[in-house]
């Protein structure tokens, strides 16, 4: 920044050496001569003096003109710039989110929402009051820093790709919180990362468990994991059909000729079981 005010200085001395220079040669010229004021109030010796002022007006003018120009050039290039640093600038965002599997079941996702591809990965814990936390001090980060990305941090993460991972359950928190209250943790997780150029960002997530107080779900889980978990069974039904050779069907065939015999059985169970009633009756 410092070489960058530099350079911007450079055209202003010399547009201020340039329009200093003819000011000082008039001052000059008028402090040596040895004239006097009826002379110096001539026809030519106004006319002259009309006409080095004039100069010297065109010439504060132009300055004031190249200075504005010079101005509004550096806020053009500074705004190509910030054009360029935005077309590669990268998001990273993380978050906590609940499992399609249960509602109990907690996952993280680590994903790049920017234009740019992010690189050299971190991930900071620090408590309300801004000390880090590390390893053993905390027994949610612990179940952060158990993965590798969170302990080393990532290489890189391209345009739109995201990491997603199983982190934690809350019936497993019990016994590992002071009181066993689950809603207590309260934590930040500062996120730093560079573009393909070297430029440092950062962003910041606060992990507040209370704010999951109170939260429950209707219908018993995600739709799409319900589907999948019926076709499932739905395959396992239909793997019992299947005779163990390949491509065949463990099929029972099933004539008209057994379907009058299933008839002739069923009616002769009928009339058992209605003389059965009767003799019933007459005892």
């Not at 591809?117 to 390893?135: H, P, V, W, Y």
Request: overall charge negative; aromatic content about 8%.
């Amino acid at each position: 920044m410092k070489r960058e005010n530099e350079r911007s200085l450079i055209p202003l001395l010399i547009v201020s050496g340039v329009v200093a220079a003819p000011i000082i040669f008039i001052l000059g010229l008028v402090t040596g001569s040895q004239i006097q004021l009826s002379n110096l109030l001539t026809a030519d010796s106004l006319s002259s003096w009309t006409s080095a002022l004039a100069t010297v007006t065109i010439a504060i003018l132009t300055f004031i003109l190249a200075k504005e120009t010079w101005y509004l050039r550096e806020a053009q290039i500074e705004q190509v710039n910030e054009l360029k640093r935005e077309n590669i600038r990268p998001n990273v965002s993380l978050r906590l989110k609940n499992s399609p599997v249960s509602f109990n079941l907690i996952e993280v996702e680590i994903n790049n929402l920017g234009k740019g591809i992010a690189r050299n990965l971190k991930f900071k814990f620090s408590d309300s009051s801004g000390a880090e936390i590390f390893e053993t001090d905390n027994p949610i980060v612990d179940e952060f820093l158990r993965l590798h990305i969170f302990s080393e941090g990532i290489h890189s993460l391209g345009i739109g790709q995201k990491v997603e991972s199983f982190l934690f359950s809350f019936f497993d928190l019990k016994g590992k919180l002071d009181g066993d209250d689950v809603f207590s943790p309260f934590f930040k997780i500062e996120i730093t990362f560079s573009d393909v150029n070297g430029e440092q960002y950062s962003n910041e997530l606060v992990v507040d468990f209370k704010e999951y107080k109170g939260v429950s779900e209707v219908g018993g889980g995600d739709p799409l994991h319900k589907i999948a978990d019926e076709l499932n069974k739905l395959t396992e039904q239909f793997g019992k059909v299947v005779n163990s050779s390949p491509n065949r069907l463990q099929v029972n065939t099933y004539s008209s000729a057994d379907r009058e015999e299933e008839s002739r059985l069923r009616q002769q169970r009928y009339e058992d079981r209605k003389k059965q009633q009767e003799k019933k009756a007459e005892q």
